[in-house]
């Protein structure tokens, strides 16, 4: 069959893009370590106010690390400023009593949906030490571009 040369420039075009964006998957996968959180563990969003899980909400101390369990919801994390140790492992733990958030750590790999009935769950290691932003990137209402925090990670054993 006759394929004209322009259209089969644009399919071999549209070829090498896709293959292009596989790899821009495959090598960020592989290579930066990012990929979507696994846990699965859900939650009754309409208790989960009053869920033991998510009573004492903030930071505390593990065996192995730190803990901090974070209420996303219209239009706030609670809490808003979280305090951490650099070089020891934080174990996310959130979950939403309304609709779906975002909870993104700028300039790290901590990114997660936060999804009603379910608590997202990570663990990442901070190794420098400073302010980082935190932001709600899924769109959650009127207020969602006031849904924001902090995150501290201070310097081992004293000031950071
Ligand atoms: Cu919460 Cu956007």
């Known amino acids: 069959m006759h394929v004209d040369l322009y259209e089969k420039f644009w399919m071999w075009l549209s070829g090498v893009l896709l293959a292009l964006f596989a790899a821009a998957i495959i090598y960020t996968a592989a290579a930066q370590a990012i990929q979507p959180p696994s846990h699965v563990e859900t939650i009754d969003p309409t208790t989960s106010r009053t869920d033991p899980r998510f009573v004492s909400l903030g930071v505390t101390e593990t065996a192995d690390g730190q803990q901090v369990v ?61 302010e980082y932003l935190i932001v709600c990137n899924e769109y959650c209402g009127l207020g969602h571009h006031l849904m924001y925090g902090t995150l501290i990670v201070e310097a081992p054993g004293g000031e950071g």
């Open 70 to 130: 974070v209420m996303a919801q219209m239009f706030a994390f609670t809490p808003t400023e979280i305090r951490v140790t650099a070089g020891r492992p934080v174990t996310f733990r959130l979950t939403s009593p309304d609709v779906i958030h975002g909870f993104q750590i700028v300039g790290s790999n901590a990114n997660t949906m936060v999804i009603p009935g379910y608590v997202s769950q990570y663990t990442i290691t901070f190794n420098r030490p400073g």
